[in-house]
């Protein structure tokens, strides 16, 4: 299967959020998105992204931006993260790894699941991919500044 690219449009795909409600990735067509993909809840490089984008939650809808994380761990694990660190966005468990297939996210580093963070525009059309396993946070910069200029 192919990997999105920039310019792809959003693929459908329906997964449960940290509250064990179905979510599904085509009612959020309308709004800018950001999806990041992360290896684990609670770890010290995912805790940090995650803990970022809650810090900088507001630039986010402030520009109408709704934003998504997504890795392996269950329902049960993404309400633990949420509530020990206040994450105000959707965590959706992805436990067979079917969405980061679909999405082509790759492995890195001894076989870590990969963290790439896309940014979609309101029409669904992906405009913006960042991978970096290493440097956390600056996915939630550049997601920040790429929102930016899409306005």
């Known amino acids: 299967m192919k990997k999105i690219e920039v310019g792809d449009l959003l693929p459908s795909f329906s997964l ?12 959020f067509i309308g709004k800018p998105m950001v999806i990041y993909f992360y290896p684990k809840d609670d770890t010290p490089g995912c805790t940090k992204e995650a803990c970022k984008f809650r810090d900088d939650f507001e630039s986010f809808t402030d520009l109408g931006t709704v934003v998504i994380g997504i890795s392996a761990d269950s329902v049960a694990s993404h309400k633990n993260f949420e509530q020990k660190y ?9 436990t067979k790894n079917e969405v980061r297939n679909l999405f082509g996210v790759p492995k890195n580093l001894f ?3 990969g963290r790439v963070t896309y940014v979609i525009d309101k029409n669904g059309i992906v405009k913006y991919i960042f991978n970096s396993q290493l440097s956390a946070e600056k996915h939630i910069e550049n997601a920040l500044q790429k929102l930016k200029s899409l306005l």
Request: aromatic share 8%; proline share 8%; hydrophobic share 40%.
């Open 86 to 94: 206040n994450l105000p966005f959707l965590l959706l468990a992805d």
């Open 111 to 113: 076989f870590i699941p």
């Open 16 to 27: 449960k959020d940290q509250n064990n409600k179905t979510v599904n990735s085509l009612d």
